[in-house]
């Protein structure tokens, strides 16, 4: 028995491992160095961090050299860090391309070219600036040059799929005239391209990349920083603290846990990877499924980037796009992630119930108050950035830096009053602080580099859009879509889904919000409806989410599915059969902006929305799960259906019927949900006696 429990354990950390794997592979680069190139790297990394460190208070640079500076440093740790082929094996003279041991002089100097390309605006600003439109030649050539080479940077560290996508956009700008009439584009000049491109602030430079550099990082940063603290472990055991000992417990804590450092995280997979850890094994312990425990975990990882303040470095994009403050980004994403994330947690209560679960013993846990107390100081930065935010109403790059100060302190203060408690060397302790916060730093930068790279990339498609082609797209969809707005919105989730297999979130939502945003807002009012354009934003962000974990490509199943042991499709397949609770919010605020709480000042209003939304994802949780204090009969999960609709979209009934007001519908709603619970109890209570 012993040696079995052994073989259990040590298969539990090879899964962890592999996930480990997978997870520092999409994020940190797949290289394993020695020698200087293993100090090299971190060490960029570190100054990247500190550079972005000294923007808010230290160093006044103009945006654009910003801009510049932090593609360079994306685009240098990504060629030092990724070879060219992560998979395919290259010998002899060719073995340079697959070698993940050491760095070939050919990346180094790939490194140093695209650097040059990356800062080439920045040394020559005043006089591009001054021919702005009319390219030398040998702004042409650093041009094109700054192009390729960013784009083998995104292959590299964030596959062919992005590479594909942009291809596609520049090849539509130069052959467009030669296209079918339907979808003919006038075409452009490599003058005007490279002009728009890679010397304006329209195209690689553009807003994307200014929020990344200026806003994204710091919160990033801040997020390492944290986990590097202990922050990570105290979410994960005051989740299971809390939550552990009920029906299905492992997976109620893992679905907070996730939620809490999905706060700071901004990363699907690097939250799969933190918390899954010890929620899989967990969950499987109490009687889920292999491939159920890493679905749970993959759908609370990724719907963690629908949570503030991070938000998947989306929120800070999103207030850009939209010329909104970040608070209101923040305040209209409030109630979608919140219900969403209450509504997995009854996922989970509900797939406990379908299998007779129990919970873990309390012994087995945590204890909540030593557990809260023990770790109350990681929550001060987080208090403290949310009183920079809303209380002080400070920018949010600001707010972070200072936060990131606080945390600083706290990380030192730790060590130090462990250290005394425990009759510890203070100076020890406080060489751990140093190295604590040197960690962070490289993780900040390492975790930046595919974000940095990506947003460039994904620029390059914004500017070849507002070349012209944008009027294009919109003609385009509408005749697709037919004067259907259902229909557009379903080609717009689809292309989101499809887009978001082979992108990152951030990158995925630039692409698709340049591209369907102003065509939903446009035909939206074509068709009779006054779309809001931050709800029109943010249905993309959602779907761009939903996309990491749609099979084939989504990482963060396959990392859930190493640690769980379990197949990575069937996997994905049931982590996105969870998440379509979220698939439907997005449909849903389009047509009724109050979930996003837009004009809506009263505080018993904002209950009311909130109460209406949770019980709509109870009811639509229960009908999809065919289950809600027992099996569904089909008109039960009908009226679960109509449930839905009903507290989510009550000015549809109120149009249809003439008939009382919204708040009257949700009422009715209520009525019709506590209807069925009625219905269902005798049902429940006979089949508990019969297991009893």
């Not at 030092?80 to 340079?96: D, M």
């Not at 790939?110 to 439109?133: D, E, M």
């Not at 809390?242 to 809490?260: I, R, T």
């Not at 990339?457 to 707005?485: P, Q, S």
Request: proline share 4%; charged share 15%; glycine share 8%.
């Amino acid at each position: 028995m012993a040696k079995t429990d052994k073989d259990h354990d040590q298969t539990i950390d090879d899964g962890a491992r592999a996930a480990q794997r997978i997870a520092e592979e999409a994020e940190f680069g797949s290289r394993r160095l020695s020698g200087i190139s293993r100090y090299l790297i971190p060490c960029i990394a570190a100054a990247w961090s500190l550079f972005q460190l000294s923007l808010p208070q230290l160093i006044m640079l103009d945006s654009v050299y910003i801009r510049c500076v932090h593609l360079a440093f994306a685009i240098v740790l990504v060629y030092l860090s990724y070879p060219a082929l992560k998979k395919k094996q290259t010998k002899g003279i060719f073995s340079f391309l697959s070698n993940k041991d050491r760095i070939h002089f050919i990346d180094y100097t790939l490194a140093i070219l695209a650097a040059l390309a990356a800062l080439y605006l920045a040394i020559n600003y005043v006089s591009l600036s001054t021919r702005q439109g009319a390219p030398t030649t040998t702004d042409i050539i650093v041009g094109i040059a700054l192009v390729v080479l960013l784009l083998e940077a995104a292959r590299r560290s964030l596959g062919p799929f992005l590479v594909v996508v942009v291809s596609v956009f520049i090849f539509y700008s130069f052959f467009g005239s030669y296209m079918p009439d339907v979808i003919s584009f006038k075409g452009v000049s490599l003058s005007r391209f490279i002009s728009q491109i890679t010397i304006s602030t329209e195209g690689i430079y553009g807003i994307p990349l200014d929020v990344s550099a200026t806003i994204v990082f710091l919160f990033v940063l801040f997020g390492s920083m944290l986990d590097k603290a202990g922050g990570g472990k105290f979410f994960i055991d005051l989740a299971f603290s809390l939550l552990g000992h009920y029906k299905g417990g492992p997976a109620k804590a893992a679905v907070l846990a996730s939620g809490l450092t999905g706060l700071v995280s901004g990363s699907s997979i690097a939250n799969t990877v933190t918390t899954g850890t010890f929620t899989i094994p967990l969950m499987k312990s109490v009687g889920y499924p292999d491939y159920k425990a890493g679905a749970v975990e993959v759908a609370a990882s990724t719907n963690g980037q629908l949570m503030p303040p991070i938000m998947g470095a989306a929120a800070f994009i999103i207030a850009e796009y939209c010329n909104l403050k970040y608070i209101e980004v923040v305040k209209a994403a409030f109630i979608p992630a919140i219900i969403s994330y209450i509504a997995l947690i009854y996922i989970t209560h509900l797939e406990a119930s379908k299998l007779g679960m129990r919970g873990l013993p309390r012994d087995q846990l945590p204890r909540f108050f030593k557990t809260l107390f023990g770790g109350l100081h990681f929550l001060i930065p987080m208090f403290y950035l949310i009183y920079e935010l809303m209380i002080l109403r400070h920018s949010p790059e600001l707010s972070a830096y200072r936060s990131i100060q606080v945390l600083a302190v706290l990380i030192v203060a730790q060590n130090l009053v462990k250290a005394h408690m425990a009759r510890k060397s203070l100076a020890d302790s406080f060489k751990l602080s140093l190295r604590q916060i040197w960690d962070a730093l490289v993780a900040g930068g390492r975790n930046m580099m595919g974000i940095g790279v990506a947003v460039a990339a994904a620029g390059i498609i914004v500017g070849v859009v507002t070349m012209g082609l944008g009027g294009l797209i919109v003609e385009v969809i509408d005749t697709i879509a037919g004067g259907n707005i259902y229909l557009l919105l379903v080609i717009t989730a689809v292309a989101s889904l499809i887009l978001g297999m082979g992108l990152p979130t951030t990158a995925n939502y630039i692409v698709m919000a340049s591209l369907t945003v102003p065509v939903i807002i446009t035909l939206g009012a074509d068709y009779g409806l006054v779309i809001p354009v931050i709800a029109a934003h943010l249905f993309c962000f959602f779907f761009g989410i939903l996309a990491d974990d749609t099979p084939p490509v989504g990482l963060a199943a396959y990392a859930a599915a190493a640690i769980a042991k379990s197949d990575p499709i069937k996997t994905g397949i049931q982590g996105f059969t969870y998440d379509i609770r979220t698939a439907i919010l997005p449909f849903m605020f389009i047509f009724n902006s109050d979930l996003l709480l837009i004009g809506i000042h009263s505080w018993w209003h904002i209950a009311f929305i909130f109460v209406s939304g949770v019980l709509a994802m109870f009811a639509f949780a229960a009908m999809t799960q065919n289950y809600f204090i027992i099996k569904n009969r089909i008109y039960e999960g009908l009226l679960l259906g109509l449930v839905t609709f009903m507290l989510l979209r009550p000015q549809f009934f109120v149009d249809c019927f003439h008939f009382a007001n919204k708040i009257t519908w949700s009422l009715i709603g209520f009525a019709l949900f506590g209807l069925v619970y009625l219905v269902q109890l005798p049902r429940a209570r006979v089949a508990n006696r019969e297991k009893i």
